[in-house]
């Protein structure tokens, strides 16, 4: 069988990101461009700096993914885009950047659904195998879907309020550390003891999620300790709140295996380097006989590689994009 190329092109938030995979499961190439110094000096995404950055790093990043490839636009079978959800300004870039490099070089536009891309990075562990649940935790996004398929997405639970990468970004800034708080409270939390007693949110029979109160109740912690002029541990404090939400994710991940018999479990998005989750998620592996499946580091966050692959499963089956696709800052996973 012919060997198929993908280009996959990234740029739904801070990260400018273009990869070249082999018939979606080799990364040949993964050059991310990541603006995250820029950002630092305003505590978050600043959306309007976001698509100017984008546009200036592009081309250098196209450039780049080409050279350490050792291919050209002529070996490429097709174009991926993440065309949302995300931040429209900086979708735009990648989307019209896609539509460019398949109107001139005549190869067809594959449209990714972001969070699609986050599920498949997992091609790279090894091919997705059905039914298979995937624990989606992202910036953006919290939820558990059920995959008979590809490309057959059952949405069985979701978060009614914060996703859980949000809550970790804010309780990084209550702590005091810089932006984005989530790697470094992560880090903070495997030095410390979870010693403060933490709400656990939405702790029902559900497959939702709720991070929002988790989110006041460290606030108002904070606050207590300030008025009685006491200090908190930070890394305690990071310790009892990695504990509560990866409890959490773990007690609903638990029944949603159980209640639908599955035996393979993918974890996707940002919050899957997470190290407690991470660990968590292969412990519940092994209690239940079920078969886990975690990105490497690299290709947790945002990058062009898993929506390469991504576009490789959607490439077979037909799908295709006419260049009057549009980026949506909101889109249903499909
Ligand atoms: O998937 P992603 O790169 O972008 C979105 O699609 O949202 O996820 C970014 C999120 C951020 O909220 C970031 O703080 C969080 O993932 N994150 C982490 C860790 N690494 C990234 N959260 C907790 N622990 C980590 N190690
Ligand atoms: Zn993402």
Do not use: W
Not at 21 to 47: A, F, M, T
Not at 96 to 122: C, D, F, Q, R
């Amino acid at each position: 069988m012919k060997d198929i190329y993908i280009l996959g092109i990234e740029s739904s938030c801070d990260e400018t990101s273009i990869s070249i995979v082999k018939n979606g499961i080799e990364c040949l190439s993964n050059v991310v461009s990541s603006q995250i110094d820029i950002h630092k000096n305003y505590g978050g995404v600043v959306p309007e700096i976001a698509s100017r950055e984008h546009i200036k790093n592009i081309t250098v990043v196209l450039d780049e993914c080409f050279q350490k490839a050792n291919l050209t636009m002529s070996d490429i079978d097709a174009i991926a885009i993440a065309y949302g959800p995300g931040l429209i300004g900086s979708l735009l870039v990648g989307l019209e950047a896609a539509k460019t490099l398949s109107y001139l070089y005549n190869k067809p536009l594959i449209p990714v659904h972001h969070i699609a891309g986050h599920i498949y990075a997992n091609s790279f562990v090894k091919p997705l195998s059905f039914p298979l649940l995937a624990l989606i935790v992202s910036g953006g996004h919290t939820e558990l879907v059920l995959m008979k398929d590809h490309f057959s997405f059952e949405k069985l639970g979701s978060t009614l309020d914060d996703a859980v990468g949000e809550c970790y970004d804010k309780v990084a800034r209550v702590i005091g550390l810089p932006y984005p708080g989530g790697p470094l409270l992560d880090k903070l939390a495997m030095e410390g003891t979870p010693t403060y007693k933490l709400p656990h949110p939405l702790d029902d029979e559900s497959y939702n999620f709720s991070f929002s109160g988790l989110k006041s109740a460290v606030i108002n912690l904070n606050h207590q300790f300030e008025q009685k002029k006491e200090t908190l541990s930070p890394k305690n404090l990071a310790a009892s709140f990695q504990k509560v939400v990866v409890e959490t994710l773990i007690k609903k991940t638990k029944k949603a295996l159980l209640d639908t018999k599955c035996k393979n479990l993918i974890v996707a998005g940002g919050v899957s380097a997470n190290q407690g989750l991470r660990q968590a998620v292969l412990k519940l592996g092994e209690e239940l006989g079920v078969e886990v499946s975690i990105p490497s580091l690299c290709y947790c966050t945002d990058n062009g590689a898993m929506v390469a692959s991504a576009g490789y499963y959607a490439y077979q089956l037909g799908r295709r994009a006419d260049l009057y696709l549009n980026s949506k800052s909101q889109e249903e996973l499909k």
